[in-house]
Structure formats: C-alpha cells, structure tokens
C-alpha cells in the first residue's frame, strides 16, 4: 500500500539556524507534495507543497526540493524563529485524491 | 480562500450513544471529502474517502457499520460515530477538495471527541 516515511520524528534547533525535514514515498506515480504545520489542538495548515514536475520551491525563509529518481522530498526552513516550534507532516497524493500523511516532526526552535 | 467548517469542535458523550460531526464547505464544491482520525502525538490516519452521491470508500481496518459517512450533497459530509467507546476518542478532521484531478486540500477545524 501507499507508504511515506518522515525523519526525524524530533528535531531541536537554534533560533536562527536551518532545520531540515526529509520524506521518502512509495509510489512513484505520486504526483503532489504538500507539507503542513500543525499546532497542538489546530488543524494542519498548509505551509509549501510541490508539484511532480517540479524539482524546487521556495517561499521566503521555506523552501521544498523535490527528488522523483529517489522518491524523496525535503521541507527546509532558514532562519529559524520560535513561532516556527510546531509539528509538520509531509504527505503525498496516491492516485487521484487521496493524501497519505507522515509521520510528524516535532520542532522546537531553541531561544 | 477556501473555508471547510467542521463542527463540534468538541463533544463529550457517553459509551453506548452515537455522535454526529459535520463539514460543510463554506464557498466552495466539495465534490470529495476525506476523514481522518488523529490520536495524541500521533499522525492523521485517513479513514474513509466520500464522493459526493455516492457510498464512501474506507480503509482497510476501518469499520464501514461504525463510522457511517453520509456524503448528500456537494457542500456537506457527515461522520457518525455509532455505539460510541472510550477507544473511539480521539481528533477527528475532515478534508474537502473540489476533486478533478485539482491541487486544493481544505481541512476542518476538527472535533475533539471524548467518550466516557
């Protein structure tokens, strides 16, 4: 079945600094990459996605890179601030419609 | 922007009763509707996927008799908890698209649902 695998499941980093999230998926016809931010009781907000024919996208301080070859994709965040401590899910569409979600990387931006 | 509204936010009922959770699409067709269940520190785990007219697909492992989604119209979806148990607490979300193949996930507020 559809599989996306999320490292790592906890990531501390100091303000200012880059902190990077990786997601592998099985399915090499998926075709959309989001990546969302979830806060504790929130629903998930959509903060970056991609699209399969894209290798690379950035918005301000967020930034997704894509790897179909590998089926991998990365969520970077630069200049790190402590409203970014959240939890985010990377997931990708399998068929038509349906998302499969990742595991979750807790965040915690370090004053 | 695309608003899905989802409601309760939160209900507390007791073991043995049913539970109704709402999302409407507020300015938009919903022609397919996602439920996911999330536990504590946990992922969403989608449950059922619902077009519009038509009965919902579920996945594996989801009981279709217990959680009845209900999917009438292009603006509203329906989960209904049946015989409620504490192990059916949990977060639940549900997620709108306007479908044909288009990019745009909208997700409800979600529904604390504490069984007791």
């Known amino acids: 079945g559809e599989n996306v695998e999320q490292h790592p499941s906890t990531l501390s980093v100091q303000e200012g600094d880059s902190a990077v999230i990786k997601c592998t998926y099985s399915?090499?016809?998926?075709?959309?990459f989001p990546w969302y931010k979830q806060e504790l009781g929130k629903r998930p907000q959509l903060i970056i996605d991609i699209r399969s024919n894209v290798g690379e996208k950035k918005d301000q301080r967020i930034a997704v890179t894509l790897n179909k070859t590998a089926k991998h994709f990365s969520l970077h965040i630069t200049e790190t601030q402590p409203e970014d401590s959240a939890v985010y899910f990377c997931?990708?569409?399998?068929?038509?419609?349906?998302?499969?979600f990742g595991t979750g990387t807790r965040l915690t931006i370090i004053p | 922007g695309a608003v899905v509204s989802q409601h309760p936010s939160w209900v507390i009922c007791k073991s043995g009763t049913s539970v109704k959770i709402e999302c409407r699409s507020l300015?938009?067709?919903?022609?397919?509707m996602f439920w996911y269940r999330q536990f504590p520190k946990q992922s969403l785990m989608l449950m059922a996927t619902?077009?519009?007219?038509?009965?919902?697909?579920?996945e594996q492992g989801v009981e279709k008799d217990k959680f009845l989604i209900n999917h009438a119209s292009l603006t509203l979806s329906t989960l209904t908890v049946t015989s409620a148990h504490p192990e059916d607490s949990s977060f639940y979300i549900c997620s709108a698209t306007p479908g044909q193949g288009g990019y745009g996930y909208t997700f409800g507020s979600g529904t604390r649902l504490t069984v007791v």
């Open positions: 300015d938009f067709q919903a022609t397919t």
């Open positions: 997931a990708a569409r399998f068929g038509n419609e349906k998302l499969t």
């Open positions: 619902s077009n519009e007219g038509s009965k919902a697909t579920y």
């Open positions: 399915d090499s016809a998926s075709n959309y």
